[in-house]
T-cell receptor, first 112, second 114 residues
Framework: KAGVTQTPRYLIKTRGQQVTLSCSPI?????VSWYQQTPGQGLQFLFE???????NKGNFPGRFSGRQFSNSRSEMNVSTLELGDSALYLC???????????FGQGTRLTVV | AQSVTQLGSHVSVSEGALVLLRCNYS??????LFWYVQYPNQGLQLLLK??????LVKGINGFEAEFKKSETSFHLTKPSAHMSDAAEYFC????????????FGTGTKLQVIP
């Protein structure tokens, strides 16, 4: 059974640009969550989607947005990139809202 | 509200020694508790979880954790450390019930000394 797949694995962007990250959940999983991981702030919750609806949202500015498609795949978009957005972005999927999360390997975003 | 506190951002143990990583949580309702492990430049892998039932939970790679409600703790242990256990470990909590977000601790980096 394939795990959670995140693409791309590595990304370098310039300040002011925008970026889209992709996450394909485990087959049959309907929930996708996104996290930002940095050395200073640790793992911070961005948002969670379940059946194409955003169910939870963390404390991030509106530059961070996401969506989920009917096949449960999810994308996360960050507009007007700042240097502080450099981080490992992790996606996790759950079969239902009550089960444990399985993580992808992450996308390492570097903003220069 | 819910939160997780992991005591010790870095822990060093000798190979073959007991591993003890501490986690305390706060939650206004019965929690679900998790331990994850992360290797460099990788995602998080679930080690074990507590939802309901038996308070001593066994996970992968010889790890186990005990849910102690009176102490609001969920410490992770392994009787004998192996070099391959060197990684960062995260404790996490979520409230029971639907659509609850998971809150992670700040992580503990485990160093295993040969």
């Amino acid at each position: 059974k394939a795990g959670v797949t995140q693409t791309p694995r590595y990304l370098i962007k310039t300040r002011g640009q925008q970026v889209t990250l992709s996450c394909s959940p485990i087959s049959g999983h309907r929930s996708v969550s996104w996290y930002q991981q940095t050395p200073g702030q640790g793992l911070q919750f961005l948002f969670e989607y379940f059946s194409e609806t955003q169910r939870n949202k963390g404390n991030f500015p509106g530059r961070f947005s996401g969506r989920q498609f009917s096949n449960s795949r999810s994308e996360m978009n960050v507009s007007t990139l700042e240097l502080g957005d450099s981080a490992l972005y992790l996606c996790a999927s759950r079969r239902t809202e009550r089960t444990e999360a399985f993580f992808g390997q992450g996308t390492r975003l570097t903003v220069v | 509200a819910q939160s997780v506190t992991q005591l010790g951002s870095h822990v060093s143990v000798s190979e073959g020694a007991l591993v003890l990583l501490r986690c305390n949580y706060s939650s206004s309702v019965p929690p679900y508790l998790f331990w994850y492990v992360q290797y460099p430049n990788q995602g998080l892998q679930l080690l074990l979880k507590y939802t309901t039932g038996a308070t001593l939970v066994k996970g992968i790679n010889g790890f186990e954790a005990e849910f102690k409600k009176s102490e609001t703790s969920f410490h992770l242990t392994k009787p004998s450390a192996h070099m391959s256990d060197a990684a960062e470990y995260f404790c996490a909590v979520r409230r029971s019930g639907g659509y609850q977000k998971v809150t992670f601790g700040t992580g503990t980096k485990l160093q295993v000394i040969p």
